[in-house]
Antibody
Framework: EVQILESGGGLVQPGGSLRLSCATSGFTFSMYDMSWVRQAPGKGLEWVSRISGSGGSSYYADSVKGRFTISRDNSKNTLYLQMNSLRAEDTAVYYC??????????WGQGTTVTVSS | IQMTQSPSSLSASVGDGVTITCRASQTISSFLIWYQHKPGKAPKPLIYAASSLQSGVPSRFSGSGSGTDFTLTISGLQPEDFATYYCQQSYSTPFTFGQGTRLEIK
């Protein structure tokens, strides 16, 4: 059975850091690009970042460039998102998703990040 | 790449058929995904590669289009179909989403 499970969300103060994890199973993780997508309260969906299957290439939305870092450990079938210099506008539900070309997409259930003092 | 959905909201009755459109600001071939999103739940992929039905999704959902213009059609609305629908291009990063179409019960 295919599974994607995010963890690591929580409450953090502005300027703080948080690391999200996304554990996967049921598919050959290293074959697929992976992305993070978020939804802020009352807003639409926003793509955040993407990493290639090998981990050699990564891409970011302008809103998080220079503050967030995506990475992966293919030996653990796990995706990460290191979030630094967090702002109130980063408050959102963060989803881990397999989104690549013509392959069927897969999403996790999300983890909530709240940036507030 | 900008993704523009229309309409932004839609009212319909159970049993009706509805169509939602999505237009890309440049060609994206068939790299288009449709999602259904309900409050408190993860977005659910319905259609990928513009017209391929995601496993487990009822056949009343269908997608079409290529290049810049795409449609999602729901035939015979069921009570559980009232939700917000998004399109997303997976042609090039940033993988932009449409602004969403809220489907409400009339």
């Amino acid at each position: 059975e295919v599974q994607i499970l995010e963890s690591g969300g929580g409450l953090v103060q502005p300027g703080g850091s948080l690391r999200l994890s996304c554990a996967t199973s049921g598919f050959t993780f290293s074959m697929y690009d992976m992305s993070w997508v978020r939804q802020a309260p009352g807003k639409g969906l926003e793509w955040v970042s993407r990493i290639s299957g090998s981990g050699g290439s990564s891409y970011y939305a302008d809103s998080v460039k220079g503050r967030f870092t995506i990475s992966r450990d293919n030996s653990k079938n796990t995706l990460y998102l290191q979030m630094n210099s967090l702002r109130a506008e980063d408050t959102a539900v963060y989803y881990c998703a397999r989104i690549q070309g013509y392959f069927d997409p897969l999403w996790g259930q999300g983890t909530t990040v709240t940036v507030s003092s | 790449i900008q993704m523009t959905q229309s309409p932004s909201s839609l009212s319909a009755s159970v049993g009706d058929g509805v169509t939602i459109t999505c237009r890309a600001s440049q060609t994206i071939s068939s790299f288009l995904i449709w999602y259904q999103h309900k409050p408190g739940k993860a977005p659910k992929p319905l259609i990928y590669a513009a017209s391929s039905l995601q496993s487990g999704v009822p056949s009343r959902f269908s997608g079409s289009g290529s290049g810049t213009d795409f449609t999602l059609t729901i035939s015979g609305l069921q009570p559980e179909d009232f939700a917000t629908y998004y399109c997303q291009q997976s042609y090039s990063t940033p993988f932009t989403f449409g602004q969403g179409t809220r489907l409400e019960i009339k």
